[in-house]
C-alpha cells in the first residue's frame, strides 16, 4: 500500500543522458553542472519531480550529490550509503566518492581550470553550501554560476508534475497547542533578535506552526509550502490553493494570509525594498531566496529557523501521542516477529514478502496513515548496507544461519515510530552473538544515560560506542536522530552524534540505535526511540539531571545474546525493559499464540 519495491531508475540510461547533459553544457559555455537530491525545501524526502539525481545516475539514496564536468563525473555519498551507491551507478560512468575521505569541493578543486563556470540551481542549494563551494573554487579560479533552469528539467522529458496533495488541519488535541499560541511563541524569538521576519522554507516548521499535514512527499505529511512570519504574529503562507478544502482555510483564515506560490519573490522583493531585518536559516534555505532578498534591499541575517527548537520540544499532549503510537505500533511488530519465527525457518519468506506482513500488521491497527520511510529489510549480507532498500532485482530469501535487519516505522495521527530489530534465523555463531552483545550494550547505556542540563548528544555519543571500539569495532553512522510528532521521522536541531551540538531538552525525542556491519556479511542494528526527561534527584546531588524514557516497546532477540558479556546492571536493564514489554503489549494481543511468543521472547536473562 505504500512501499513499491520496483526501480525505475535504470543506470544502463545513463551513459546516454549524460551526454546530453553534457552537449547542453558546452552549448551553454559551462565547465559543469551540479544535481544534489534536493528540492527547493531541502528535506530529506523529495517528491518525483525533484528525484534528478536518481534520474540520471541510478542512485536512490536520501542524500547525495553529482558533478558533471566536461570529460569527469562523480557521485558524493556518506557513510550510509557506500556499498549502495556502486551497486546503482554505472562506475564506468560516475567516479562513487564518500564525501568525507573525497569531499565534492575537493574534487571539483582537482578537476576544473581557472576560468571554468561551474553551474548550480540556487534553488536546489543552501546558503551554506553555495559558500562552502564558493570557498574550494576560490583557489582555482573557477567560477560557480547560477542557471535560471535546472538543466536536468531541460532534458528529462517526462518529468513527473509537481506534488498536489491535499492539506489537512491537524487538530489541537493532538498538537495540544493552537496555531496562533505558537505564532505568538515563535514571534517573540524573531522580536528578541530584532528581526522584522523571517523566511520559513521548511516544510515540516511550516506544518509545525500552522498546525497543517499533507501529503507532497512520501512518508512525511507534509505540505510542501513557504511562510514569511512577521515579528508581530502575523503571517503569510505560499501554498498552491488546489491544494486547500474549505475546511483547511477556514482552519488558516483565523491564523494566516494565504498566497498562490507563484507570489513568493513577489512578497519578498517587498520585504526587501522596505528595509526590513530578515532572518533566514542559512543551512536550509535555499541559495535563490538570499540572493532575491539581498538584491531587493534586505538586510538578512542569519539564525536557526525559530520553529525548530520548539517543535523539537514536544509537549505533554505530543509525548502521551507518540507512547500511545508506540503501544499500537509494538503490538503490531509483536505480531510480526512471531510470523517470522513461525515461517522463516520453513524458507517462505523473503524480503519484500517480510516488509509487507509487517507493514499488513501495522495496517490492521485501523490507525496507520502511512510508513514513515521504506522499510530496511536485509537478509545476511544485504544487512550490511546501512540504508538497503529491497528491489524485485534485489530481493532474497531469508535463510537459515543468517540474521535479519529490519528498521521500519509508521505515520499514526498521534506519533511517528522508528524501531529496528535484527533477529536471529536459526541458530548464530558465536561471532555474531559477540557482536550483538557489543551493540546491546552501547544501546543500554545510551538508555540508563544520566546527564546535566546543557550536555549535547556528542557528549552522549561515545557512551554507544565504547563496548565496540573495545573489541576494536565501530559503525559508521550516527547514534541516534531526532523524530516528529506525526512529521519527519528524522527532525532536528537534537542528534547524538559525533556532530551533535545542540543540547538535549526535556520532550525532545531521539532515536538509540547503535549497530555493527561486517560487509558481505550481515548487519546489526539495535533502536528505540526515546524521550528526554527530567531524572529523580539522586540523595547528595547537586545540579539537576536529565535521562531517557524509552518509548518503542519490542522484543530484543535473546537468541542473540551472550549473557557472559553482560555486568548486572545491563542485565537489569535489558530484564526491565523486557517485563514493560510483555506487560504493556499482552493486553493488546487477542491471539494466544502471539501472547505465548511474547511471553517467551520476553523470560528474564
Known sequence: MFQTYDDSADPTLGAARVARLRALLKEEGLAGFLIPRADEHQGEYVP?????????????????????????????VDGRYTLQVREQVDTEIFETCHMVDMPLGTWLAKHLKGGAKLAYDPWLHTVDGVAR???????TGAELV?????????????????????????????????????????????????????VLTMPDSIAWLFNIRGGDVSHTPLPLSFSILQADGS????????????????????????????????????????????Q?????????????????????????????????????????????????DGAALVRFLAWLDANAPLGEVDEISAAKQLEAFRAETGALKDISFDTISGAGEHGAVVH???????????DVGEL??????????????????????????????DRFTRVLKGHIALSMARFPEGTTGAQLDALARMALWQAGLDFDHGTGHGVGSYLSVHEGPQRISKAGHEPLRPGMIVSNEPGYYKTGAYGIRIENLQVVTPAAMIDGGE????????????????????????????????????????????????????????SEACRPV
Open 280 to 328: 533566514i536559516d542559512p543551512a536550509s534555505c535555499a541559495d535563490w531566496i538570499n540572493d532575491k532578498l539581498i538584491a531587493s534591499g534586505a538586510k538578512v541575517q542569519h539564525g536557526a529557523d525559530p520553529c525548530e527548537l520548539p517543535k523539537a520540544c514536544k509537549n505533554e499532549r505530543e509525548v502521551k501521542g507518540a507512547k500511545d503510537a508506540h503501544e499500537r
Open 404 to 433: 535479519y535487519l529490519v528498521d521500519s516505522g509508521a505515520q499514526y495521527l498521534d506519533g511517528t515510530t522508528d524501531v529496528t530489530r535484527t533477529i536471529a534465523i536459526g541458530k548464530p555463531s558465536a561471532e555474531m552473538k
Open 235 to 278: 503571517a503569510d503562507l505560499f501554498i498552491d490553493s488546489a491544494k486547500l478544502s474549505d475546511e483547511t482555510r477556514a482552519h488558516l483564515g483565523n491564523v494566516v494570509t494565504l498566497h498562490e506560490p507563484d507570489a513568493f519573490g513577489v512578497n519578498l522583493g517587498e520585504l526587501g525594498e522596505s528595509g526590513a531585518h530578515v
Open 388 to 398: 538497503y532498500r529491497v528491489t524485485e532485482g534485489t530481493n532474497r530469501k531469508l
Open 48 to 76: 518525483p519531480r525533484a528525484e534528478r539525481l536518481k534520474w540520471l545516475t541510478g542512485f536512490s539514496g536520501s542524500a547525495g550529490m553529482a558533478a558533471v564536468l566536461e570529460e569527469k563525473a562523480a557521485v558524493f
Open 146 to 198: 547560477p542557471v535560471t533552469e535546472n538543466l536536468i528539467d531541460h532534458i528529462w522529458e517526462d518529468q513527473p508534475p509537481p506534488p498536489a496533495a491535499k492539506v489537512e488541519a491537524h487538530s489541537t488535541e493532538l498538537a495540544g497547542e493552537a496555531a496562533q499560541e505558537k505564532l505568538a511563541r515563535v514571534a517573540k524569538v524573531l522580536e528578541g533578535k530584532k528581526a522584522d521576519a523571517a
Open 543 to 598: 545540579r539537576p539531571m536529565l535521562g531517557f524514557e524509552t518509548l518503542t516497546l519490542a522484543p530484543i532477540d535473546r537468541r542473540l545474546i551472550d549473557p557472559a558479556l553482560l555486568n548486572t546492571d545491563e542485565r537489569a536493564w535489558l530484564n526491565a525493559y523486557h517485563a514493560r514489554v510483555e506487560k504493556v503489549l499482552t493486553e493488546k494481543l487477542t491471539d494466544e499464540q502471539e501472547r505465548a511468543w511474547l
Open 133 to 139: 563551494l564558493k570557498k574550494a573554487l576560490a583557489e
